[in-house]
């Protein structure tokens, strides 16, 4: 069966994105935006929020903090009701774990595991009440084989795949369909620092047999596929999109 352009026509939806400023979520904002969809953008940088809402036209933005309960809910009632979360702001801790300061350790489990469970609480029972509604999460190739120097940051994100698994097992008889995205190395600010010299940039390569790190609209090609009924049987999984990613 041929996939119609009206498959990806997200015209009427109202798609909520975290960490919609920057890198991979003002990516999904705009493909989004392109495919019809109205965006409400989320981010606690409200300046590059603002940036990017005037490439957006029409859109909402919430400036929040993900890793506060109360500014959570606040954004979560600003939203009202959004038809399709792409659930995507997240932080990365890289370094030794001995030199982890401890107080890291509870921002970045509180942002790229607390946060966004709390966001699908609150959004979800939203959906819930509706009978339909689309969660994608935001995991990470880490997810699978866990990374050196990211023991924490990946564990968050293993966190994200058991939750997109366990709450579309619960949700999706409900008429909730919950996914995720597990991005492999992709050129955004995240990762600025890792990949800011010629040598850094060819070790970040060496075990990528597609050769090259991956560009934010291809992850948000794959979130706006997975929200799209092109691939309405997917439910529960994380898709990996790698370029092959291989742990040498
Ligand atoms: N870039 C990669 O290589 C890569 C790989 C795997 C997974 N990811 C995941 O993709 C997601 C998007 O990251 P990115 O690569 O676009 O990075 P990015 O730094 O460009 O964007 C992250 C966005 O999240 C926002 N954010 C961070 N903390 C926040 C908080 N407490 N409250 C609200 N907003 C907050 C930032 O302001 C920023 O706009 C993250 O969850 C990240 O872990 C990225």
């Not at 981010?43 to 490439?55: Q, Y």
């Amino acid at each position: 069966m041929k996939i119609q352009e009206s498959d990806l026509d997200l015209k009427g939806k109202r798609v909520l994105i975290t960490g919609a400023a920057s890198g991979i979520g003002a990516s999904m904002a705009k493909t989004f935006f392109d495919h019809n969809a109205a965006p409400i953008l989320a981010d606690r940088d409200s300046v590059k929020l603002e940036r990017i809402a005037t490439e957006v036209t029409g859109s909402q933005t919430i400036v929040f903090d993900q890793s506060e309960k109360a500014s959570i809910e606040n954004m979560c009632a600003e939203a009202q009701n959004p038809d399709i979360l792409l659930n995507n702001a997240g932080v990365l801790w890289a370094g030794p774990f001995d030199e982890m300061p401890s107080d890291e350790i509870t921002k970045i489990v509180n942002v790229n595991l607390i946060g966004p469970m709390q966001i699908a609480h609150n959004i979800g029972k939203q959906m819930l009440k509706r009978g339909s509604g689309i969660i994608v999460n935001t995991s990470s190739q880490l997810a699978f084989h866990g990374a050196a120097e990211r023991a924490v940051y990946a564990s968050t994100k293993a966190g994200i795949a058991q939750f997109t698994k366990s709450l579309a097992a619960e949700w999706a008889p409900k008429g909730v369909r919950v996914v995720a995205i597990a991005p492999g190395r992709t050129l955004t600010n995240i990762n600025a620092g890792l990949l800011n010299s010629e040598e850094k940039r060819r070790t970040a390569l060496k075990d990528i047999p597609a050769g090259r790190l991956a560009e934010a609209h291809e992850m948000a090609r794959l979130a706006l596929l997975l929200s799209s009924d092109v691939l309405s049987y997917i439910v529960g999984e994380t898709i990996i999109s790698d370029g092959g990613y291989v742990l040498l």
